[in-house]
T-cell receptor, first 115, second 117 residues
Framework: GDSVTQMEGPVTLSEEAFLTINCTYTATGYPSLFWYVQYPGEGLQLLLK?????DKGSNKGFEATYRKETTSFHLEKGSVQVSDSAVYFCALRGPTETSGSRLTFGEGTQLTVNP | ETGVTQTPRHLVMGMTNKKSLKCEQH?????MYWYKQSAKKPLELMFVYNFKEQTENNSVPSRFSPECPNSSHLFLHLHTLQPEDSALYLCASSQEWGGASSYNEQFFGPGTRLTVL
């Protein structure tokens, strides 16, 4: 079945540092890939997505590129801020005809940014 | 504010209690979801309702009983829970189950933090 593996956390960075959170996946066919963010006390929010190979999703300074050859969708940001402290989830969605709207999530990576 | 609200935000219950979680969406969506979020585990999809019909039940124990009276409301009725059921329960909604991903984003509520004593 489908699965998503994220780098283990927690990750602690200083403000303005470069961020990478690794995400690899196993899926049949051509999934869509997503990054969700969960701020303290809130639900998940869609951060960015990519629906086909070589697509780059971007939002709020975050980027991730859909790499089919390495089955990866790593999240990056060039300069993190304290307000980026949250839990980040990588997720995939398989073909609609077999998976409906099912999302398969990774375990989440806790990011803490210190001033 | 994502347009999905959940009540209560926190709930403590004994193993013999009966309680219900409520979710309401104001987005005009037709699909609603219950997820369980436990520490250090991926989110687990529990139930899916599409146009008020249950389309997914991922082997959830019968002590969890969902109800979807209309497309805007979703309930999770709880009875005789176990301590291992303590978790954050998230509700989500989307335009429909199985729609094209370009417009079928799932919107999540803030969750109900459940503690079973």
């Amino acid at each position: 079945g489908d699965s998503v593996t994220q780098m283990e956390g927690p990750v602690t960075l200083s403000e303005e540092a470069f961020l990478t959170i690794n995400c690899t996946y196993t899926a049949t066919g051509y999934p869509s890939l997503f990054w969700y963010v969960q701020y303290p006390g809130e639900g998940l929010q869609l951060l960015l997505k990519a629906t086909k190979a070589d697509d780059k999703g971007s939002n709020k300074g975050f980027e991730a590129t859909y790499r089919k050859e390495t089955t990866s969708f790593h999240l990056e940001k060039g300069s993190v801020q304290v307000s980026d402290s949250a839990v980040y989830f990588c997720a995939l969605r398989g073909p609609t005809e077999t998976s409906g709207s099912r999302l398969t999530f990774g375990e989440g990576t806790q990011l803490t940014v210190n001033p | 504010e994502t347009g999905v609200t959940q009540t209560p935000r926190h709930l403590v219950m004994g193993m013999t209690n009966k309680k219900s979680l409520k979710c309401e969406q104001h987005l005009g969506h037709n699909a609603m979801y219950w997820y369980k979020q436990s520490a250090k585990k991926p989110l687990e999809l529990m139930f899916v309702y599409n146009f008020k019909e249950q389309t997914e039940n991922n082997s959830v124990p019968s002590r969890f009983s969902p109800e979807c009276p209309n497309s805007s409301h979703l309930f999770l009725h709880l009875h005789t829970l176990q301590p291992e059921d303590s978790a954050l329960y998230l509700c989500a909604s989307s335009q429909e189950w199985g729609g094209a991903s370009s417009y079928n984003e799932q919107f999540f509520g803030p969750g109900t933090r459940l503690t079973v004593l």
